[in-house]
């Protein structure tokens, strides 16, 4: 197979190396609209293909995937026209900056037969994939509460707030290991310094009685990267600053017990021992390209589609509404 | 002086060491409803004097201090006696069940010349004592926001829920640090066990764009007690699980860079030097009972009073109505 | 059981509370030269009868227990006289200021049929009755190597050096878990204030190549307690500043690969799981006064008796002969 | 300038991607006994020139510079060959297996007019530059003691022991921070698997009552990267494992205070404030690679040169001695 990769920020070199290492790509072919990237990205990667424009990438037959690496809102336009030329499609996250735009990009694909992925990386990493397996084990019961912090003193982006930016990661890993529907969220935040928020926090309410939070902030001086998943069984912390033990699992948890009938109930807690799991090293953004195009081998979608960058960017969008009218409660 | 002290459960006893060892305080008479306490504490402090009921403590005329340790819900009836009885009050947090309850006893406070003594008793800690300073120093600059966590696995308190329980500490501080006034608040949470919420995240909005933020939890794994506070110069924050180095000032921040007009305003990001003062080791409690005293003899309000009491009140009441229409902006 | 208690300094009062809370404990007496210290302790335990000096104590014959909590220079002679008198002796570490004297005290109980018991107290903590479990129970495998940091920014005792004051407790640990015959050690350091040590470090070896390595450090900007313990199959470690999981057992270890003859045997590492094991939070002192009460009755050694405290001195006393002589192997 | 790197492992594609980015580096030609990393060098990096073998580099009279990145055995001959042959010599740490080869080779250099870089690249961390600003300015006051460990589950080096190994770094850091003669050392430690020692601790006397002190170990379950220097005045911390805040300087410290007389000295300690400095966040090898080439064109020594090396390899040599008598005091 033969790749394109369309924008060379700061994740782009990093997809370009994955592509060129791949058993089964090719070429790869490159373009940004900066020619300094350009020649900053052939010399570092002699194999590279430097395309001369957009249009000699979509008008090319030989090329199979195009990898969109631009900003957020040039994603739409580029997705659409690689569907149309025929070409699957590997759109870095947020996916797009509407659901409609996803709408309309995830019917294209199904029509054309074709595959998108969404490179929400994070779902690949060892640390994701192992929280994946202690729940689908069952090993935590089930889930009560999702709850992410992700905070650092971090570049402000210009066209979007700091949800936009950060919370993606975080509510792809909440759908990926919760498989539950939301049903409503509520949206807090904070613009200290211009129109975007630097200040966030995202509740989402489920059926069946379970609740997810995120906290995003560009302007902390201390860097948190927490999740908590509390089950009824057992309860689980990823810290992803750690450099080992980055999963722990706790067997602690709150025991109700039935005391003199119902007005007595007692709640109680219990601790027990923790565990960390071994985990895998492989990088994340590997086995994402090695998913994409055995997803596309197999003629099957990939883990993280179309499907999934939709459900993320309905509650970004929901949370924008919300927070603008300081936390009103939007239904999904 | 002399102080009776009802109600002895876990935090009594460090109510009755630290009058005990005051110089100003002759007696310490107690009470509780439950004799095995009565007991327990008559061996461990040879020197108080059990009262036989409450009656006895509010009509002992010798008795200047009424020290109210007992569930929340007793409160308000114990310290309207005791003010009635023209003596001084000390009540745990949180102070009163309702805003009205905490007006009514301000009032009758302010009639009698009686002092009242909420016991925030985080106000005297070497740590939040270190930040007032620095916040009133400008050294931090203009407050941003303010960020607090608390959480852990804790006992469920049957009558209330994680908010009553745990956020009193945080607001108090908040309102201590901060001098601004709130003007509207935004709860969302989960009660995942029965009727009372053990998850929740409160949002205060401030006058002049500042915004605070109060993470609470009852079932967490982990205990993180931590607070981050965002200034246009600096920015701090305090971990009080840490054995030493609680308070960690960062000399880094958000810096708006004019280019070219108002559409090309750049915001960078700038890290420089930390430093964590030393902090002052006394215990809390024992600078607590010494302003109270040294309020009493100077006929002038202590610095947790029933104002302060009534402002932690007010967010409480409101947090309950909006977790209950989950996020619902209740104006203050 | 009637007990006294002489010497009243930083830890006197935590012994008479545990006697005066054991339910084998009638009358608790105590002694210091220090009338400042009886007030105190009087104040503080309404219960405890003063003594009017030593002899009244010693010559007492309803006192079935001495313990002995007096600068280490007057163990020997006080716990000489309290044997004599035919009492039980408790004593705090280190045992005595020689392995001469030790050996005394130990054939003088004997004789007499009392005990004695030398109050290493960690030996009861939760943490490491904790690791001799695991380490009993095989699952750590042949032990190899056990390495102990006890350093911070302490006070200065002004007749030891910081061996004497700090490596007692590591020592007395590491001859709990390993039960293995020492064979020689050799002591570095350095006296940067005064004659006596400020920076030591130990290393003992023991037969079977087991190897131990003490640190202890009395000017540390950092406190640190910390042991590592690496066995065949896996490795532990202890970290007594954390606030929990103080105890880590990491599934981790070295692998020989016979490749090709002894020559080519390969090394390889293995990375596995961790856990932390739950502990039990019991007090250890409250641990080691039952113990200590429980051996009397049961006419049995305690658990930390005179052969341990001996042991320990004997590592103390070669330790100070090899750091004068900079890391000269003293065989035991 | 033309450069030559020898020995493609590890650490080689680090040295070749600076040499590459150098401005004042033409080209590069690289030479490996392994074919299969000559492959990988030249699809990684297309512009270096692969040589055909050792000689054909040793004869090209426009290459200046010979870097030897092989194992520590073939060290000696490569650099002496390249010396002979006029080229300046970067040798990657330890620098030689022996004394004896280490001032053979600086000789030969100071005869022939040449430079020899030995890669100490932990002298050019922002960390490191820093610690030597902290000391230089005066402000820890005297040095009294370093204290470093380096631990952590690592691969068994086939030919050498852990000291060879991990030392070298410590070593270096220490002799450019404290700028002190050593003058013995003592070293102990064990083998659990062959030959070759997996734990070893190292102390080193120093003129005028300083003291350092080094543990390296192969078989620890956690990774510790830590050094202590205590001062008069201040001390400090640097903790190689945080993501940041790696140095901390205390404002702690003991004071001699005189009481009546010298047998009255009482020794006190003093706690303060602590503060973590901003680092620089350069690469470290830049740094080296750029401090080489600027020797060679200012005709100077580099910061990191022979003997430096000699220095380092002075103690490994006296640690190996020591250490298979079991701390035997090695006079330098």
Chains 1, 2, 3, 4 share one sequence.
Not at 75 to 89: C, P, Q, S
Not at 312 to 318: D, F, Q, T
């Amino acid at each position: 197979m033969k790749t394109a990769v369309i924008g060379i920020g700061y994740w782009g070199p990093n997809l370009i190396r994955n592509f060129l290492s791949s058993g089964s790509i090719e070429k790869v072919y490159v373009y940004d609209i900066n020619p300094s990237r350009l020649d900053f990205i052939k010399r570092r990667f002699g194999e590279v293909i430097v395309a001369e424009n957009e249009d000699s990438i979509f008008n090319n037959k030989e090329i199979d995937i195009v990898a969109i690496a631009t900003p957020v809102d040039r994603h739409f336009n580029l997705a659409k026209r690689a569907l149309e030329m025929n070409k699957h499609v590997w759109v870095e996250k947020p996916y797009t900056t509407s659901a409609e735009q996803a709408e309309i990009l995830n019917n294209l694909a199904e029509e054309k037969g074709l595959n998108i992925f969404v490179d929400h990386t994070f779902i690949y990493t060892g640390a994701v994939r192992k929280m994946k397996e202690l729940i689908d084990s069952g090993e935590l019961g089930d889930i009560l509460y999702f709850d992410s912090v992700r905070i650092n003193l971090g570049l402000f982006q210009s066209d979007v707030n700091v949800i936009w930016d950060l919370a993606p990661h975080d509510l792809s890993i909440m759908f990926y290991l919760l498989n539950k529907k939301p049903t409503a969220i509520s949206a807090n935040g904070i613009a200290n310094y211009y129109g975007h928020e630097n200040v966030a926090h995202i509740s989402v309410y489920f059926e069946n009685n379970c609740f997810s939070h995120f906290h995003v902030n560009w302007t902390s001086p201390v860097k948190i990267r927490r999740m908590i998943v509390g089950g009824t069984k057992k309860m689980l912390v990823f810290d992803d600053m750690e450099n080992s033990e980055k999963i722990k699992v706790y067997d602690s948890g709150i025991e109700m017990k039935e005391k003199e009938g119902i007005y007595n109930a007692l709640v109680q807690y219990r601790i027990g021992d923790m565990y960390s799991p071994k985990l895998v090293q492989t990088e994340a953004l590997t086995l994402g390209v090695e998913e994409f195009i055995t997803s596309i081998k197999e003629k099957r979608k990939p883990l993280t589609n179309g499907d999934d960058g939709l459900n993320v960017v309905r509650i970004l969008e929901a949370s924008h509404k919300s927070i603008k009218q300081k936390g009103k409660l939007i239904t999904l």
